[in-house]
T-cell receptor, first 114, second 115 residues
Framework: AQSVTQLGSHVSVSEGALVLLRCNYS??????LFWYVQYPNQGLQLLLK??????LVKGINGFEAEFKKSETSFHLTKPSAHMSDAAEYFC????????????FGKGTRLHILP | EPEVTQTPSHQVTQMGQEVILRCVPI?????FYWYRQILGQKVEFLVS????????KSEIFDDQFSVERPDGSNFTLKIRSTKLEDSAMYFC?????????????FGPGTRLTVT
């Protein structure tokens, strides 16, 4: 069965500092991996996705993630945090099936300190 | 940019009542999904729907739940007799399904409160 584990339910970084949100996955087949962001009282917005092409994936708002098969990881990074990045971030995995469900991690709430 | 819409944004109902949550997926999408997020917990898959039938459902999606695509645009989730533990945010999603990168687009959610 597929799963994702997000390390740290809350992460605080100072404005301008590096953002690193950790995600490890478990999948019996080559996975599709996603990062979604949820701003307060809003739905889920796709930040970026890995679909077996380039291992370094660039997303919106300056975020990127690197797929490391040897470490079964897909950590999310951003070089310089902005106050507007404060939100809940979800790592997710799905099989490569056409209509496969997405399995979400528990989420990491990112706090930005002024 | 096309988006998934959901109505209502917030629904309050009494235990034992039936509720219908409505979604309008993106118009050329072929796959439809419902997920839920209990407050403070992770987003969980409920059901996927394709070609007018359920493709897959989770163990959460018991006989109290049903889905329907009554016309060419709406996709509904019905809970027949709500329980307190059904209180959650319910997200609808849709995907095009014809490309390898099956990106699911999520709606803003309906917050269901069962009292």
């Amino acid at each position: 069965a597929q799963s994702v584990t997000q390390l740290g339910s809350h992460v605080s970084v100072s404005e301008g500092a590096l953002v690193l949100l950790r995600c490890n996955y478990s999948s019996s087949v080559p996975p599709y991996l996603f990062w979604y962001v949820q701003y307060p009282n809003q739905g889920l917005q796709l930040l970026l996705k890995y679909t077996s092409a380039a291992t370094l994936v660039k997303g919106i708002n300056g975020f990127e993630a690197e797929f490391k098969k040897s470490e079964t990881s897909f950590h999310l990074t951003k070089p310089s945090a902005h106050m507007s990045d404060a939100a809940e971030y979800f790592c997710a995995v799905s099989d490569q099936g056409r209509d496969d469900k997405i399995i979400f991690g528990k989420g990491t709430r990112l706090h930005i300190l002024p | 940019e096309p988006e998934v819409t959901q109505t209502p944004s917030h629904q309050v109902t009494q235990m034992g009542q039936e509720v219908i949550l409505r979604c309008v997926p993106i118009s050329n999408h072929l796959y439809f999904y419902w997920y839920r997020q209990i407050l403070g917990q992770k987003v969980e898959f409920l059901v996927s729907f394709y070609n007018n039938e359920i493709s897959e459902k989770s163990e959460i999606f018991d006989d109290q739940f049903s889905v329907e695509r009554p016309d060419g645009s709406n996709f509904t989730l019905k809970i027949r007799s709500t329980k307190l533990e059904d209180s959650a945010m319910y997200f609808c999603a849709s995907s095009h399904g014809l490309a390898r990168a099956y990106e699911q687009y999520f709606g803003p959610g309906t917050r269901l409160t069962v009292t």
